[in-house]
C-alpha cells in the first residue's frame, strides 16, 4: 500500500530528456512513482504486455532499476504466464510499472488473462500504478495510439478505473494534439488530460492532484469541450528535484 493508504497512479507521457536521472540512475518520474510506495525496499512489477514481453524491454527495465534498493520482478504473458498466479504476484507490489507499445493488444491480452480485475483490485489496495504511453493510457478509458498502424487512432476500450480519456506525446508527436482535440470534440472519446513527454499526471484517488515534470518546459493540459469545441487549458507544472 502507498504510503499515505490512498490510490495513486503516474501517468507518464514519456521519457526522452537525457537529463532527467535521479537517484540510481532511475528516471526522475519513474522515481517519484516509487517514492510514492513509502517502502525503503520497495517491491516493483515491471508488464511489458504492450511490446508483446519482448526481452529486450524486460531487460533494458531492469538494468535501468539496478541502481535503486528495490525488489524487482515482473509479469509476462507470452506465450504463458510466468507465475503460477498473477494476482498472487501483483497484489503483493509496492509499484506496478507498465511499459509502451501496443495499448489495444495490451488490452486484449489482459483480459483473457484477467488482470483487468487484478489491476482493478491492486489499486483498490493501494499498489502504485504508473506506466509510459500506452502504460498511461491503459488506466483511463481511452486515448490516441497507433496500435492499428503508424496514423494515430482513437481507443476506447481502456480500464477506466479513472475517468476521462488520456494522451501522452503531446509535443513530440505531431498528430497526436490535433486527434486528441479532435476526438473530445466529437465526443469519440471523453474530454481528459494530455501530457508532453517529461510530463506525468499524479492522480490521487479519483482526482487529478498534479503534473510532475522533469524538465522546466514539459507541460500538462486538460482538454475539456466548450461552446467553441475542445480547448486546452495548461495546468501547473512542478519541476521534481533530482
Known sequence: MAADGRRHVLAIGGLRAPDSYGRGGVPLLVDYAIQLSGAQIPRICLINTAMGDDAGSYLRSYQGLSGTPSQVTHLQLFPMPNVESPAELLLSQDVIFVGGGSVANQ?????????????????????????????????????????????????TDGLGLLKGSYC???????????????????????????????????????????????????????VVIEDTGAVEYGLKTRLLDG
Not at 128 to 146: K, Q, R
Not at 172 to 182: I, N, T, V
Not at 189 to 200: E, F, K, M
Request: proline share 6%.
Open 168 to 222: 501522452p506525446h503531446y509535443d513530440s508527436e505531431a498528430q497526436r494534439k490535433p486527434l486528441y482535440r479532435e476526438l473530445v470534440a466529437a465526443g469519440t472519446i471523453p474530454p481528459g488530460v494530455a501530457c508532453d513527454d517529461g510530463a506525468a499526471a499524479h492522480f490521487i484517488d479519483d482526482d487529478l492532484a498534479e503534473i510532475v515534470v522533469d524538465r522546466a518546459n514539459a507541460r500538462g493540459y486538460r
Open 107 to 155: 488490452m486484449a491480452v489482459w483480459r483473457v488473462h484477467g488482470l483487468d480485475a487484478i489491476l482493478r483490485r491492486a489499486w483498490e489496495a493501494g499498489v502504485v500504478l504508473t506506466g509510459v504511453s500506452a502504460g498511461a493510457i491503459c488506466w483511463f478509458a481511452g486515448g490516441t495510439t497507433d496500435s492499428f498502424g503508424p496514423t494515430l487512432r482513437p481507443f
